[in-house]
């Protein structure tokens, strides 16, 4: 998305890309994680959200992520998933499972 969107490629491969990428899915008391967690837990997002003090930026990444990869013509089945879990009630597990089986496709970038 961020390619079809004019972003230089190096950006992705840096700090603000995979830094943060590896910082926000591993850091034991981050935001983003502890949604997650949470979810895989069979918590339902608002349910999350009403207990927390703190925003939690992915959860809304992911709609506008989604709106701009549609409004771009940029395929994105890991958010359209990840949306799809926090939006439509999809169970994780059923997310995981679509992914994993779905056709191979070239990865662009």
Partial sequence: ?????????QTFFGLS????????TTFPSGRNLSV????????????ILSGMNAVTEGVWTAKAALALGRKHGVDLPITEEVH????DGRKPMDALHAL??????GETC
């Fill in 1 to 9: 998305l961020g390619a079809a969107l004019g972003a230089k490629k």
């Fill in 17 to 24: 890309g995979i830094g943060d990428l590896i910082t926000t």
């Fill in 36 to 47: 997650g967690r949470a979810l895989g837990e069979g918590k339902k997002l608002e349910e």
């Fill in 84 to 87: 799809r879990v926090l939006y």
């Fill in 100 to 105: 994993m089986t779905r056709v191979p496709k």
